[in-house]
């Protein structure tokens, strides 16, 4: 998945960018056709063009953009399973606990694979990522997944971490936890078997409800992990745009304008555009409020002010995140 190849070949996968909160993941094969509701486009049309390119259906009504496969459009496209951690909140947990190339994670659960691809670009060749799940049907289906998505450097085992812990026939040796389960201190307590030993080990337990932060902070209390810290990702988007400013004597003017059209019995509003010779739509006239004419933001002739305001919701999953780290001086007090 982590390529960075420039040209779309046969046996590619491709996230197929539809249109708005609509991407597809498609692997490439020659001979298939993607059917949209904005038309049918054949995969040998793909082939050979560029990630990143915008190709048009076999009838010209629709087009679509074949883009190259990363963490972030995986996490917004991929199959869910379960819930899922967003990237607003797997990128602040990766900076947070300085995962970097050549790291060693542990992740559980699994669930629907998001945050795991996201470990496993971040690690890179050099790094490791162990990831466990106890559910049969989900542990199979990321399996497929991480197989075909070529994470060579996950390790996925099907356990039951809260009863069965994390150690594998490998050497763990994990500087970095990250656990997403419903009862992490039931995990926790198997960790000082696999976390290494000669070096600073971050954690951080995503958990939706205080009850469970809690009982995770004794958790971590009684293991020797310190620097406890409960922290909640609130991402907003915010819209910086130009606003037109509306003077009274507008407002006056457009009110003496509405009266004299009613007064004539024009509506000038259900006539069809006038046209100049290019058939450019032309303007009707005086329009302080842009009706009847399109009229781009920040045009010459209006009066604008810079304004802003939050945009819609950013998809996320919003959850305590409780961030702690065990030093090798300190070590577990059980
Ligand atoms: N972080 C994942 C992602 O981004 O896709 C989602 C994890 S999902 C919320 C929690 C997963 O933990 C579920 O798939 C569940 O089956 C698994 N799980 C719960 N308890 C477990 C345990 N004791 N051992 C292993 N997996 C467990």
Redesign the pocket.
């Known amino acids: 998945m982590f390529h960075h190849k420039k040209t779309i070949a046969n046996g590619d996968l491709v996230l197929v960018y539809i249109g708005r909160d609509n991407l597809k993941p498609i692997f490439i094969k020659e001979g298939e056709v993607l059917q949209t509701r904005y038309g049918v486009f054949p995969h040998d049309s793909m082939i050979g063009k560029p990630f990143g390119s915008q190709i048009t259906s076999t009838k010209n009504v629709g087009y679509i953009y074949l883009l190259r496969p990363t963490p972030e459009l995986w ?1 917004v496209s ?1 199959p869910h ?5 967003y990237t607003p909140d ?1 990128s602040y947990i990766v900076q947070r606990m300085n995962v970097v190339g050549g790291s060693r994670v542990i ?10 691809h996201a470990f496993s670009r971040t690690v890179g060749p050099q790094g490791r990522v162990f990831s ?4 049969e049907q ?1 542990y199979e289906q990321a399996k497929q997944e991480f197989e075909s998505h070529q994470l060579e450097n996950t390790t996925l085992t099907h ?5 069965d812990g994390f150690s594998i026939d490998a050497p763990v040796d994990a500087q970095m936890v ?1 656990l ?4 992490p201190w ?2 926790i307590t198997h960790l000082p078997e696999v976390i290494a030993k000669d070096q600073t080990v971050e954690i951080c337990c ?1 958990s939706p409800c205080i009850e469970q932060v809690v009982k995770t902070v004794e958790a971590l209390q009684q293991y020797g992990w310190t620097g406890i810290e409960l922290t909640e990702v609130q991402a907003k988007q915010w819209e910086a745009r130009k606003e037109m400013v509306r003077e009274l004597d507008d407002a006056i003017e457009r009110l003496r304008d509405v009266k004299k059209r009613q007064k004539e019995g024009l509506d000038l509003k259900k006539l069809p555009p006038k046209r100049d010779a290019n058939g450019e739509e032309k303007d009707r006239g005086y329009n302080p409020f842009g009706k009847g004419r399109r009229i781009q933001e920040g045009e010459d002739g209006f009066s604008w002010q810079n304004v802003s305001k939050t945009g819609p919701e950013l998809k996320t999953h919003t959850s305590y995140l409780l961030f702690a780290r065990q030093t090798p001086t300190l070590g577990a007090k059980v």
């Not at 997403?180 to 009862?183: A, K, V």
Request: proline letters at 3%; a negative charge; aromatic letters at 14%.
């Open positions: 996490t991929l399973r379960t819930q899922i951690v797997s992740e559980a659960g699994t669930g629907s694979g998001s945050f795991t466990y799940e106890f559910h989900r356990r039951d971490v809260c009863n990250f997403d389960l419903p009862s039931e995990a995503f």
